[in-house]
C-alpha cells in the first residue's frame, strides 16, 4: 500500500434535517414565541419584585396576591398551550394537551390555598407534571430539529418542582421568586426556539421546498404514486380509440384508391372489356 493513500476513510458529512421535520417544526413556532412572551412577562414581574430592606413590608407579600398572580398566569397558559397542541404533530398533542389539563387543578388548589405550605403544594405539583409532560413531548418530536427546547423546559420545571418540594420554609415571595424565575428561562428559551423555527420555514419557503402537508406525508407520497399510473392508465384508455380510428382512416382511403383506379380487366368493376381486332 502506498504511503500517500489515507489510512482512515472520511466522514460523510452529517445530513441535514428533512423539509418534511423542518415544515413540520415551524408549525410550531408562533406557539412557542407566544408561550415564551408569557413566561418573560410573568417572570420579569416576580423575579423584579421590589424588595426593600428598609421597608418589611416589601419583604413578604400576602398569599392571596401570590395565588390570583399565579392563577392568572396559568389560565393565559393552559390557552397558549391549546394553541400549540391544534398546530402540533398528531404523535405529539396528547403531551401538549395534558399541559393544559394539569392547570385545571392546579388553577383549583391554588384558589383554596390560604397559606404559603399549601401554595407551595399546589404549584410543586403543577411544577413536576408539567415538566414530565414536557419531556414526553420532547421524546415525540425528536426526529424535528431544535427539539432540545422542550428538554431544556422540561429540566428547569422538574427542578422547580424538587426546590419547592424541599423548601419547608418558603414564604409566599420566595415561592413566587423561584416560580418566576422557572418560568423566565423556560420563556427565553421558547422564544429564541420559536424565532428559529420560523427561520428555516422561511428559507424553505424561499427555495421553494416546504411540503403542503405536513401531519399526513403518506398521503402526499401515494397521490404522487398514483399520478402516473393514472395517467398511464389515461393514456392507454386513449390509444386504441385513437388507433381505431387512424385505422378505419386507412381503410376508408384505400378502398377510396382502389376505386378511383379500377382495374378494366377486373370483373368486379363492372367496366366492359374491349379487345382489339
Do not use: C
Request: proline share 7%.
Amino acid at each position: 500500500m502506498s504511503t500517500e493513500d489515507p489510512r482512515t476513510e472520511s466522514t460523510a458529512p452529517r445530513n441535514e434535517a428533512a423539509p418534511q421535520a423542518i415544515a413540520a417544526a415551524s408549525r410550531l413556532g408562533w406557539p412557542m414565541i407566544v408561550r415564551g412572551i408569557l413566561g418573560v412577562a410573568f417572570g420579569i414581574v416576580t423575579v423584579f419584585w421590589p424588595r426593600d430592606s428598609s421597608n418589611p413590608l416589601q419583604l413578604s407579600l400576602p398569599t392571596e396576591v401570590v395565588d390570583h398572580l399565579a392563577i392568572s398566569y396559568l389560565i393565559l397558559f393552559a390557552v397558549a398551550v391549546v394553541f400549540q397542541a391544534v398546530r402540533s404533530p398528531l404523535n405529539v398533542r396528547t403531551a401538549i394537551f395534558g399541559q393544559a389539563v394539569i392547570a385545571i387543578p392546579a388553577i383549583v388548589f391554588l384558589f383554596l390555598a390560604d397559606q404559603p405550605a399549601e401554595l407551595r403544594a399546589a404549584l410543586s405539583i403543577w411544577a413536576l407534571l408539567h415538566g414530565a409532560l414536557e419531556f414526553w413531548a420532547y421524546r415525540q418530536l425528536r426526529s424535528q430539529p431544535m427539539a432540545s427546547d422542550f428538554l431544556i423546559a422540561s429540566g428547569v420545571h422538574v427542578l422547580l418542582g424538587i426546590i419547592l418540594v424541599f423548601g419547608d420554609g418558603m414564604e409566599a415571595l420566595s415561592i413566587l421568586g423561584f416560580t418566576g424565575a422557572a418560568t423566565l428561562i423556560a420563556g427565553v428559551i421558547f422564544i429564541i426556539g420559536g424565532y428559529s423555527r420560523l427561520s428555516k420555514g422561511r428559507q424553505l419557503a424561499k427555495l421553494g421546498a416546504l411540503p403542503e402537508q405536513i401531519d399526513t406525508p403518506a398521503e402526499a407520497v401515494g397521490s404522487a404514486d398514483a399520478a402516473p399510473s393514472g395517467s398511464a392508465d389515461a393514456a392507454g384508455d386513449a390509444n386504441p380509440s385513437e388507433a381505431a380510428d387512424t385505422s378505419d382512416s386507412a381503410d376508408a382511403a384505400g378502398e377510396a384508391d382502389a376505386a378511383d383506379s379500377g382495374d378494366p380487366d377486373d370483373p368486379d368493376t363492372g367496366t366492359p372489356v374491349t379487345k382489339e381486332p
